[in-house]
């Protein structure tokens, strides 16, 4: 079992940054990918940004291009979602979650771990 916990979520104005945190515990290991994904009111969980198991390899989400980055620190477990130039429409809830392969998918069903979701309210 892997248990998620991200932090960092909040409310911040139009253009502004913000970052995300998520922690990790029990099984976890640097083989498996991990992977930002958001879910707005009404909409499917979407892909954002996922990282391979080393932290080499990144994929985007379309609406991550240019704006976020992720990063993964495997020696304490965590990775992270740097937000830039953030829109209303990026306002939903973040998920964290652990892959099943080494590198990223973009599929939800390739993530067997799911973080509790933390709020990001952007407003304009």
């Known amino acids: 079992q892997v248990q998620l916990v991200e932090s960092g979520g909040g409310l911040v104005q139009a253009g502004g940054s913000l970052s995300l945190s998520c922690a990790a515990s029990?099984?976890?290991?640097?083989?498996?990918?991990m992977a930002w994904f958001r879910q707005a009111p009404g909409k499917e969980r979407e892909f954002v940004l996922g990282i391979s198991g080393d932290g080499v390899s990144t994929n985007y989400g379309d609406s991550a291009k240019g704006r976020f980055i992720i990063s993964r620190h495997n020696a304490k477990n965590t990775v992270t979602l740097q937000m830039t130039s953030l829109k209303p429409e990026d306002t939903a809830v973040y998920y964290c979650?652990?892959?099943?392969?080494?590198?990223?998918?973009?599929?939800?069903?390739?993530?067997?771990?799911w973080g509790q979701g933390t709020q990001v309210t952007v407003s304009s």
């Open positions: 979650a652990v892959g099943r392969g080494y590198y990223s998918s973009r599929e939800k069903n390739a993530y067997d771990y």
């Open positions: 029990g099984r976890t290991s640097s083989t498996y990918a």
